[in-house]
């Protein structure tokens, strides 16, 4: 069974950092972690950071130019640096991999971030 984990949530003040983890189970040939959404209590839950077919990442508009996503893939492990946290980016965050084998999603259990002073 395939695990995805994310990790590295928190309580952050304006205008500060946190780096969410999220780590697969399994190697980059069986799990293909896509990206990250989150989800603000009442909402619902949208895209922050995910990779293109091209290599590339596409970012909402909301968080470009302040979050930043990485990836180690020995580790099969992708990171979200998230800079200048405001009070909007308070959400459960989720990352999102896919089974390269059956093509199942996976969601994990999220990592909470809360920005506020």
């Known amino acids: 069974q395939v695990q995805v984990v994310a990790s590295g949530g928190g309580l952050v003040q304006p205008g500060g950092s946190l780096r969410l983890s999220c780590a697969a189970s399994?190697?980059?040939?069986?799990?293909?972690?896509k990206g990250w959404y989150r989800q603000a209590p009442g909402k619902q839950r949208e895209l922050v950071a995910i990779n293109t077919n091209g290599g590339g990442t596409n970012y909402a508009s909301s968080v470009k130019g302040r979050f930043t996503m990485s990836r180690d893939n020995a580790k099969n492990t992708v990171y979200l640096q998230m800079n200048s946290l405001q009070p909007e980016d308070t959400a459960l965050y989720y990352c999102?991999?896919?089974?390269?084998?059956?093509?199942?999603?996976?969601w994990g259990q999220g990592t909470q971030v809360t920005v506020s002073s």
């Open positions: 999102y991999a896919v089974d390269l084998r059956n093509r199942n999603d996976y």
């Open positions: 399994a190697t980059i040939f069986r799990v293909n972690i």
